[in-house]
């Protein structure tokens, strides 16, 4: 099913590459079928054709009528103006589908026109290696096949969720912002070795491979992270005082930290962008209170 579809990237970003060289690899949509665009960045263009092979046409070059899947994969603050610019194009049966952090299908239904399928995608960058953790929320009016296709078009870049959009923001703390969170605590351990005089080179293979074996020790296992790390863990050994240096400096603390922050901004980011929107919208002297406008849109 997937092979006859015909998709277009709006933008050409980290994410957006990440995403295409999933599909790339796999094959499973021809590189013919798959355009990114963006709005000024013509170096950046060619560069995803010559990378990739894709048609990379600025946007009034696009081949409206023949796209299947439209991905928006520009920055959120971007979100209501590509949806707008979109809105004429398009017919309610092509589908409209969302990779921004926070932009919720509510919004993104609001700006198009009634009845358009949209779905709402949180990747992360290992997209790149097909080993991406993707959630994936339909909208109201998405057709049960296109959730099947585009599944199946994500399934070319890792693990695909379905997610309730409840949800979206606290998925998006754990990851789709969670490989920075480990590349820091990588940063941090490649740091000790360097500074104990190991090349640099090795102990990033060895901090990688470290947390790789973690990693699947929980895939192929049906143990808890809690049991594997007593497995670890000796009595008045090495673990059992590293952790407890970790427990004595909040370690546990600081990761729940980061992930409820990047949900909370996730959830922000869809706020200002609502609010943002009935600001462009109505003329200042209409607005009247400000907080009831923002509680009648965000209800
Ligand atoms: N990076 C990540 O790890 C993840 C990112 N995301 C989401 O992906 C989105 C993109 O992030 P990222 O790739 O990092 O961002 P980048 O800044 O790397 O890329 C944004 C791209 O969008 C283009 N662009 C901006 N506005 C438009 C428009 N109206 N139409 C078409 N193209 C446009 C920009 O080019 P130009 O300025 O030339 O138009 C640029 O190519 C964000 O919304 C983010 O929330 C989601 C999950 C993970
Ligand atoms: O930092 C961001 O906002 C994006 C969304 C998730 C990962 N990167």
Redesign the pocket.
Known sequence: MLRVKTVAF???????E?MISGIVQTGSIPAERIHV?????QL?LEEMNRVYGVHAVH?DALPYEEIDFFIL????Q?AA??LD?LKDKIRVDQVVIS????ISTEFMENHLQLGQQVVRL????SSMIRESATALCPGRHTAMDNVIAVKELLGCMGKVFLIEEEHMDIFTGIA??G?AYFYYLMEHMEHAGVKKGMDEAMVREIVAQTILGAAKMIMVNDETPASLREKVTSPNGTTASGLDALRKNNGGRAISQAIHHAAKRSKELNEEMAVAYIKSTNPPREMGNFSTIKGRCMS
């Open positions: 709006l933008g050409a970003g980290s994410m957006a990440s665009t963006n709005r000024s960045n950046r946007q994969a520009m920055k959120p971007g103006d590509a610019a990779v921004l952090a926070g949180m990747p992360n960058t789709g912002s490989p």
